[in-house]
Each structure stands twice: as C-alpha cells, then as structure tokens.
C-alpha cells in the first residue's frame, strides 16, 4: 500500500519538476523577444520604454547565467513569489490569484462530484435497460461533445437574458459587498447557479458513457455469469458488477481534471465570474506573462494534489491496494 | 474491404456519423464560392443585422457577415482535427510502438515522460506556449495542439503492442531474422489498423475541442477567422446581452456536431470491425 503511493508520489513529484523547468524555459526559449512586445505594449516613449526594458530583464533576472536564473525561479517559487502582476500593477501575482482560487474552486468542486456521482448513476441505469439505452446513449455522445463555452453561452442567453432569471455576470451584484447576509447568500448562488450547470451538464454526459460502458462489460464476465447460473438475484449481480465498474471511474476522475480544468477557465470566461479563468483571459489579453506563468503553476499544482487525492481514494476503494495484493494499473 | 463497406453500410450510427460529418466538410469545401462575400472579415454590412437574403446568418456588431466567417471557421476547424489530430495520432503511435516492443530502458523513460505529461492539462500547456507566440497561425495552433494530446494515444497503444508481442505469428518473424521495424510494420501495426483508425479519429474530435478552448481564452489564430474565435469574439462584443443569437449559435452548434458525428463515426465503427457488438 504504501509502495503504490510512494510510486505515485514520485511520479507527481517529476511532474512539478517537467512543469515548473516549461514555466522557465518558454518565456527564454521562444521565437521572439517577450520583453520587447511588452514594452512596445505598454510604454509610448522611448526613454520610459527603455526603462521598462531594463526593469524588466532585471525582474526575469535576464543578465544573470542560465543556471543561475533557473535556480533562482526555483527559489523564487519556495517562497511564493511569482512576481508582479503588469495588468494589476503593483499586486504581487500570488496575491491576485489567491484571491480568485475560491471562486473557482465553488464552482469547479461540486461540478465534478456531482456530475460524477450523477453521470455513474445515470449511466448504470441506461445499461440495465436496453430499450431506454438506445436513445440514452446517443444523449449522452451529443452532450459529451459540447464544448463547455458554448453551452455556458446558451444557458446565459436563454436563462440569464431571454428568461431574465438569473444575472449572467460577476460572483455578485456590483451594489453588494462580501458578508454572511442572507441577501447576500441568495445573490450570489443566483450568479453562481449558471456556471455551476454549464460545468455539471457536459460533464455527465462522459461518465454516463463510461458506467454504462463498463457494467455492460462487467455484466458479460465469467464472475456475473457464474452467479447468473448459480441462480443469484439480479440485484446482487448488478451491485456487483457495479463495485467492480466503479474503480476505474474514479481512476477516470484523475484523467478527466485536465479536461474539467479547461472547461472551467472556459465557463468563467464567459461568466465573467472572477476565478482563475477570467484572470488568466486578463493575463492573455494583457500580455501580463508573471500572471500567465503563475495561473499554469496554480493549475499544475492544483490537478497533482487532486491527482493524489483521487489515489488515496483508490486505494480506500479497491481492497487489492489496500490489502497489498497489487491491482489494475498500480 | 467488401465486407467493411457490406457492415458499414448496415450501421446505423456509422451512417448518421458519417453523413453529419459530411455535410459539414462539403459547407466548408463549397461555402466560400456560395457566400456573397469574399472575406470573412470584411466589414459588408450594417451591424447586428438578423439572418436575411443579403446575410444568411445575420451580421456581427461591426457588420461582418456571420455565414461568411462560419464556413470560412469550418475550414480552420477540419484543418486543425485533421492536422493536430493526425499528428497527436501519429507521435502516439511511434511512442507506443517503441515502448511497447521494444521495452527495457527506453520503455520506462518513455512512459515516464508519458505519465508525465498525462497529468499536466494539455490546456495549461497548450496556454504557457501559446501565450509567448507573437503571431499564430492556425498551422502552429495544430503543431503545438499535435505536441500536447499524444500520451493517452501512446499509452493505449504500448498495452496494445505489449499484448501482441507475444502473439505467436510475431514470434515466428522473430525466428525468420525478420528486422524489428519490419515486423512492427509488417506484423503489428496491421493488426491494429482498426485502433489506429479510432484513435485518429478521437484525436480528430480531441483536436477540434482545444482549439476552440484555445481560442476562446484569446490564445487563437491571430489573424484569419475560425469557430472558436467566432464564440470568443460574440463574448467579447457582448452578443449575449444583445440577443445577437445568429452570432454564437452557429459555431458552437456546428462543433457540438462535428465532435458527436465523430464519436458516432467511432461506436459504429468499433461495431464495425468487432463483430461481437454488432446489432442484431
């Protein structure tokens, strides 16, 4: 048990390693000079241009060696100092992201479970019916394939703007500050409501292919039909089949954070809503490179951690890790 | 083959895959010569004009006609599935094959760098290189999308290639002296030319959604028109508050269907060549 997790941990550990040395190496590496389109962006004199040209070789460390400045980013990065944000001059990066995890993390955390646990329900009841499965099935190809952005357009011109039901823009109304108010509550769930769903709705559509895929599956092996010819109850064939179906679902769950994590940047965007999205499309849209480094150095570290979350949760699950008899994909 | 096209043409979903799919290809091959207008981003028109005679799918806030950038975005989009998706297909392939049959060192380091970047979200790499790229065409934006979305490819395939290694006929080329790339060519990969071509076309499908995230986040072609830039620029311009709905339907809408025509395409198919999931 403990193997599988130090293997795990090792892997995760190379990965912070490969992400972080990319976060380093494209800003020096690519075609082009950053430093000059930023400058020619931000500044129209020539003197305060060269200014900013030296000021900002200084903050990326450019005059040092190589080596030397990648050691620095690394150390940089242990004390949590991603820079200075150019968009939302002088606000240090991690301040501005800090800020905006909770926003995304409110709407991206239950989206996941829920749809999760919702997709593997629905999809374990389209397998089980034949008749019901052959117009559930192409349902759930057709909302897999929705790009997030676009169902987020539709529900916020529909719900937000034909309907007028709920607000389109923002975490909560301008006039409001953050406080524990009733009122305020209400206001910003009727803002949070439509991003969460244009989130949870596309993503049900995967899991309910990938349940019903599997129990079908499972429900044709050698285990379910020796308990068919045994005469066991359907029931317990299906709960059977289902506990074997759910393991590599959760393993699922890790592949899709990826995947899940591009479609929230999306939805915020659209949303306006301030989580990580919408400072990343600021960053993008400003040329603000520290925002941009920082956002990707956030996204990475966020999907290890749920990366690892999601293995401790397998290894609860699957008696064969827990018990150290080696499994699947270990 | 006769028999691919006697079962394909049996095949429900097959069929409906392939002739959505279709009928988007012919609009995009034939929709420039039949659009009124030559460029997509030509200001024809007055602004936020509904769909009519003049302008098919109504006009953009700054009098561009919608239909004209919308087959002119298909173009880009079946390029960059064909392009990025064909490319992810065949590093995948490669890879997997290499780790696969060859195993040892080399299939450790491999897998390593695969596990690797599995985990990364290709969107967040696919933004730290794209956002340092002055100017982008829709050929970088395939290039970089083709870098980013192999690994899931490459490792499906080395457990594919592992599981056929040790087949019996790869056995008997190995005794014949056959050379490594030959029996990977000769003996593999033509069993596995049914996975090969799903694959692709997954990837096809994969390619087509992160462009579209690519673009929308402001990180698409920077000049040139496609789908995503079509969503990302109605945003911008807020069509939504405006009700300018010919703006953003159609572009999402023909992704939605290109993707699940494609995924339709990929059942029927795998019913296809797996005779044991054939409807009766």
């Known amino acids: 048990m403990l193997k599988y997790l130090i293997k795990k941990l090792y892997i995760y550990i190379l990965t912070f390693f490969f992400a972080v040395t990319i976060d380093w190496l494209i800003p020096r590496f690519m075609p082009g000079d950053p430093i000059g389109v930023l400058v020619s962006r931000f500044t129209g004199l020539p003197e305060s241009a060269k200014v900013m040209y030296s000021y900002l070789t200084k903050a990326f460390g450019l005059q040092l060696p190589l080596w030397k400045q990648y050691i620095n980013f690394w150390i940089a990065i242990f004390k949590g100092d991603l820079g200075i944000s150019i968009y939302l001059y002088p606000k240090p990066v991690l301040s501005i992201i800090a800020q905006s995890v909770p926003y995304t993390l409110i709407v991206l955390l239950p989206a996941i479970l829920l749809s999760w646990t919702v997709g593997n329900y629905i999809g374990a009841i389209s397998a089980r019916h034949k008749s019901l499965d052959s117009s559930m099935l192409p349902i759930f190809y057709i909302i897999t394939s929705i790009p997030y952005m676009w169902l987020g357009i539709l529900l916020a011109w529909a719900l937000g703007i034909v309907f007028g039901i709920f607000p389109i823009a923002g975490a909560y109304s301008f006039s409001m500050r953050p406080n524990w108010s009733w009122q305020f509550v209400v206001d910003f769930l009727k803002h949070w409501i439509l991003p969460f769903l244009s989130l949870f709705i596309v993503q049900i559509g995967g899991w309910a292919i990938g349940m019903r895929n599997l129990i079908i599956y499972e429900l044709e092996a050698n285990y379910s039909r020796y308990l068919e010819v045994l005469g066991a109850s359907e029931g317990l064939i299906r709960r059977y089949a289902f506990k074997n179906a759910i393991l590599p679902q959760i393993t699922g769950l890790a592949l899709q954070l990826g995947t899940i994590v591009a479609g929230s940047i999306a939805t915020e965007v659209v949303f306006a809503y301030p989580g990580m999205g919408y400072i990343l499309l600021q960053g993008i849209l400003n040329q603000d490179y520290f925002l941009v480094q920082g956002v990707f150095l956030f996204i990475i570290i966020g999907v290890l951690l749920a990366n690892f979350l999601v293995d401790i949760l397998y290894m609860i699950v699957d008696p064969r890790i827990r018990l150290g008899l080696g499994g699947e994909n270990v | ?280």
Do not use: C
Request: net charge positive; no cysteine; proline share 5%.
């Open chain 2, 1 to 280: 083959m006769k028999e691919f096209i006697y079962f394909a043409f049996k095949n429900t979903k097959f069929k409906i895959g392939l002739a959505i799919l279709l009928f988007f290809l012919i609009l995009a091959i034939i929709g420039p010569y039949v659009s009124h207008y030559k460029d997509p981003l030509e200001y024809v028109s007055m602004s936020n004009l509904p769909p009519s005679r003049e302008n098919w799918l109504g006009t953009t806030t700054f009098g561009q006609d919608v239909f004209t950038q919308f087959v002119y975005g298909l173009r880009s989009t079946f390029f960059i599935g064909l392009f990025g998706g064909g490319l992810a297909t065949i590093i995948g392939l490669l890879i997997g094959f290499i780790a696969g049959y060859k195993g040892g060192l080399l299939d450790d380091l491999l897998m390593m760098l695969t596990n690797i970047l599995i985990v990364i979200p290709t969107l967040a790499l696919l933004i730290i290189i794209a956002a340092y790229l002055p100017y982008r065409g829709i050929g970088i934006q395939s290039v970089i999308i083709g870098l980013t979305a192999w690994p899931w490819t490459a490792r499906a395939v080395r457990a594919q290639t592992l599981s056929l290694r040790s087949r019996e006929f790869v056995n008997l080329a190995k005794i014949t002296a056959l050379r490594p790339l030959k029996i990977v060519l000769e003996e593999i990969a033509p069993n596995m030319m049914s996975y090969v071509v799903m694959v692709f076309i997954l990837q096809f499908a994969g390619a087509i959604l992160a462009a579209v995230g690519l673009d929308f986040i402001g990180l698409g072609p920077t000049k040139g028109i496609s789908l995503g830039l079509m969503l990302q620029y109605s945003t911008l311009w807020n069509a939504i508050q405006l009700g300018i709905w010919w703006w953003f339907i159609p572009p999402g809408l023909a992704i939605t269907m290109i993707v699940s025509s494609l995924y339709f395409l990929n059942i029927g198919l795998d019913e296809i060549f797996n005779p044991r999931l054939r409807e009766e």
